[in-house]
């Protein structure tokens, strides 16, 4: 019967030809779309690495013509009173490559021997457990790492294992920037461009909470903490640095920003997928319909000749299958050359998620779309389709 | 072979009731070449879709070869026609997507018969009507009486042992139409198929066993 079907289908290209088109091209929208949303999504679903609820930040700034000491008894006085109130938890310091700034440093060599490439923040000793750094191996920076003999390093999981293919570090020297450095601890996660963004091999510096370089206060907040409070934040902020120019962010708030520039267009692309995929359906329930309206004596006569109600059904529903089919599988010979020839910067799963979710869904649309007509093929009467012509 | 008892046939509308069969018994012996004929819209294309089993008669009995059609169910119906019966049209009725031999080997399929014999069962019947050299054109490629001859080919190639023929020569000129009408007397008096035959013409209707003729819906010879 399949191999019937398949001469039928063979002999009438030319009307399959467009529906199989039709297939091909929605098979490839929906690809492109799904790849996108499912390469999103599975970033997402990583975690950050840090803590973004109950946090502010500012951006402070500390004028060039002071001096490091004044910088840090300003700086150290600040941590001093900050954390003197009670609804706040900790404080710590970063460079300006803070979560969700847009900012990154981003540096390589082949120091150790290899190439290496890494994004570069620096911290004091107190931004970690400010932040709520996931520590899986070793430690968070310390007050004493600023009197040892190197810097001290923490990077996070990606790094390790990408460059050092999660051997034991800790305790040994990293070199970057042609500086000697000392692994002390390794974090799970540290993703701070965005939600929607692949984990990147990550170093954290070490920088004492005292250094200039340090202008970005991260403030861990009681849960629960009034919006109110960050007037008297401000002020004692201000009252300290003797300067105004510094805004305090809720960290959360900036997160959902940031995400979304990413929820918005995926939202965009899958509704007008959707409204793709009723057009699709409209129109192959059209096709159908036309079809089994132009092929009424065919079905009586097939009835004549032994078909059952389920044979004609089987039929009909196995043609567009077969068409289906063969648009679904001419289509991944194309999006196949995306992960095989490494096109964009997609994990390999996405594309065959985004694949696999591109047939299913055309299957089932086809599916239910030729389900009806073809239940209705099924019942037409023999005795008056034979003699309509 | 073929047995009708008191066969009715009632068409309803909404407004409108009419009585396609009224009344009617027959019985047609194995081997028995019958004719039917009357004025258009006497019944004859409806009495042949009861004895083809692809309409059902609003009262009555339908027997073929001793069995009692009305028991089965559509699935045994469907089974018992392509098994038993095959079916030849005024308008041919090849599916055009096809080639000769595949509109041939149509019935078989049905009957699940391997894709081999199939081949070998429809050759052998594109012989017996002479168009073994035209099984791989398309039905549009062949002559009115060439198609019906394919007709008559997929109509045998099951053995059924009725025929039942809806004004086969009808669409023909009167050389094709006589050409048909041969091959059907053959098949009638070499295989002893049973052949039921509507037809309007006169000359053709004499050639066979008997003629049966009917008026508004009622057997009147």
Redesign the interface.
């Known amino acids: 019967m399949i191999k019937h079907i398949i001469k039928l289908i063979w002999n009438k290209k030319k009307s399959n030809f467009l529906m199989f088109l039709e297939i091909f091209f929605s098979f490839l929208i929906l690809f492109a779309v799904f790849t996108f949303v499912v390469s999103n999504l599975r970033m997402y679903q990583s975690p950050l690495g840090f803590d973004t609820e109950d946090m502010w930040l500012a951006h402070l700034s500390f004028p060039s013509e002071l001096d490091s000491a004044t910088v840090a008894d300003t700086k150290l006085r600040l941590v001093r009173e900050l954390n003197a109130k009670p609804e706040i938890i900790s404080v710590g310091f970063t460079n300006s490559i803070t979560p969700f700034s847009g900012s990154t440093w981003v540096t390589s060599n082949d120091d150790n021997g290899f190439d290496l490439q890494t994004w570069v923040v620096e911290a004091d000793e107190h931004y970690g457990p400010t932040a709520g750094v996931n520590i899986v191996e070793g430690r968070w920076f310390n007050e004493e790492d600023a009197l040892g003999k190197y810097p001290a390093v923490v990077f996070n999981r990606k790094l390790w294992e990408e460059y050092f293919d999660e051997q034991p570090v800790l305790d040994s020297i990293y070199k970057l920037n042609g500086k000697e450095n000392i692994v002390v601890g390794i974090v799970e996660n540290y993703k701070y461009r965005s939600e929607f963004e692949e984990e990147y091999p990550t170093t954290l510096f070490h920088k004492p909470v005292h250094d200039a370089g340090l202008a970005s206060l991260h403030i861990r907040l009681q849960p629960g903490t009034s919006v109110q409070f960050e007037e008297e934040v401000n002020q004692t902020i201000a009252g300290i640095t003797k300067r105004s120019d510094f805004i305090i962010e809720n960290l959360d708030e900036k997160r959902k920003d940031n995400s979304r520039s990413t929820w918005i267009p995926m939202i965009t692309l899958l509704s007008i997928c959707l409204f793709l995929i009723l057009n699709v359906a409209l129109g192959l329930f059209g096709v159908l319909w036309y079809n089994i309206s132009k092929r009424r004596s065919e079905i009586g006569l097939r009835r004549a000749l032994g078909a059952t109600a389920d044979n004609i059904s089987f039929q009909f529903i196995s043609e567009i299958m077969l068409v289906t089919i063969a648009g679904i599988l001419a289509g991944s010979f194309f999006t196949l050359q995306f992960p095989l020839m490494k096109l964009l910067e997609v994990e390999n799963i996405d594309y065959y998620y985004a694949m696999g979710l591109s047939a299913l869904i055309i299957t089932v649309l086809v599916l239910v779309c030729a389900f009806y007509p073809s239940r209705q093929a099924a019942g037409i009467n023999p005795a008056i389709a034979l003699h309509e012509d | 072979m073929i047995s009708l008892k008191d066969i009715n046939k009632v068409y309803r509308t909404k407004t409108v009731e009419t009585l396609a069969l009224n009344n009617i018994s027959l019985n047609v012996p194995k081997g028995e070449f019958l004719s039917i004929m009357g004025p258009s819209g006497c019944g004859k ?2 009495l042949l ?1 009861i004895i ?1 089993l ?2 059902e008669p609003s009262g009555g009995q339908v027997s073929i070869d001793g069995q009692n059609i009305s028991n089965y169910n ?2 045994a119906i ?2 018992f ?3 038993k019966l095959g ?1 030849i ?1 005024q ?1 041919f ?1 090849l ?1 055009s ?3 000769v031999i ?1 509109n041939v ?3 078989l ?3 699940k018969v391997g ?1 081999k014999q199939r081949r070998e069962m429809a050759e052998e019947a594109l012989t017996q009507v002479g168009l073994k050299n035209r099984m791989r054109h398309f039905p549009s490629q062949l002559s009115g009486g060439q198609k019906q001859r394919v007709a008559i080919a ?1 109509a045998i190639v099951g053995k059924p042992s009725i025929i039942l023929a809806d004004e086969p020569t009808g669409n023909l000129d009167s050389v094709m139409g006589n050409e048909v009408m041969d091959i059907l007397l053959n098949l009638n008096n070499n295989s002893g198929t049973t052949i039921v035959m509507v037809t309007h013409d006169e000359s053709m209707a004499r050639k066979t066993n008997r003629l049966v003729r009917l008026f508004d819906g009622s057997q009147v010879q």
């Open positions: 294309s409806t879709n083809g692809i309409d559509s699935k469907a089974r026609r392509n098994e079916f049209f308008s009725h599916i997507d096809l080639s595949d080997e149509l019935p399929i049905y009957r894709a997929r």
